[in-house]
């Protein structure tokens, strides 16, 4: 089985964008009309072909510009933070996936490169947690172990994936890559014209 197939992709997608105010950063769409949750959603897919998205329980994936083939992950835990949805995302894996790893993606990364990732999914297997880094800088997407999703199940608001790396360090493998995109995102308000050179 090649890399690819034996990694299932996990996009999360239910943040609220504090930093965006009332702008629902998710929707911005690019010249192309696709929102940048539909941008990113389609570069994770041409990484990990089986891939879930995250989204809050009142999300209209259609809004959003998902198509009705993405394959979502309702939570009910948004609001309580990141680690929160992030275990909602590996309760669902854990009952319909049977693949040796999750690469764990951000849905705000439309940047982000097949040629980069590559690297990391080569390397990734059941005991480990695979992490690409940019000039010491490090990326997405973190691909964890099946060995650690039940670990992420448990997750609560207060605690990250980055709670999991550093629980299992010795179990950490930090993958250098040449290319910036593992570190892009849309975090700001300054860098929607990032965005908006797609097309």
Not at 16 to 23: K, V
Not at 118 to 125: D, I, N, S
Not at 131 to 144: D, K
Request: proline share 5%.
């Amino acid at each position: 089985m090649s890399s690819e197939f034996s990694v299932v992709g996990l996009v999360l997608a239910a943040g609220f964008s504090r930093r965006f105010g009332a702008l629902d950063k998710r929707a911005l769409r690019a010249p192309s009309g696709a929102t940048l949750l539909a941008e990113s959603y389609k570069a994770v897919t041409q990484i990990c072909p089986r891939s879930w998205v995250v989204l809050r329980e009142e999300d209209d994936a259609r809004e959003l510009g998902l198509s009705e083939s993405a394959k979502i992950i309702r939570t009910k835990c948004a609001a309580s933070g990141l680690g929160a949805s992030m275990a909602d995302g590996f309760k669902a894996l854990l009952a319909t996936e049977y693949v040796d790893s999750a690469a764990v993606f951000l849905g705000d990364m439309p940047f982000i490169q097949k040629a980069s990732c590559a690297p990391v999914l080569e390397v990734a297997g059941k005991d480990k947690i695979v992490r690409p880094m940019f000039e010491r800088q490090p990326g997405h997407p973190v691909v964890f172990g099946r060995r650690f999703w039940p670990e992420l199940a448990l997750l609560n608001g207060a605690e990250t994936g980055s709670t999991i790396l550093q629980r299992n360090a010795r179990w950490v493998k930090h993958v250098p890559v040449e290319a910036k995109d593992v570190c892009l995102d849309i975090d700001r308000l300054e860098d929607i014209s990032r965005f908006n050179i797609l097309s």
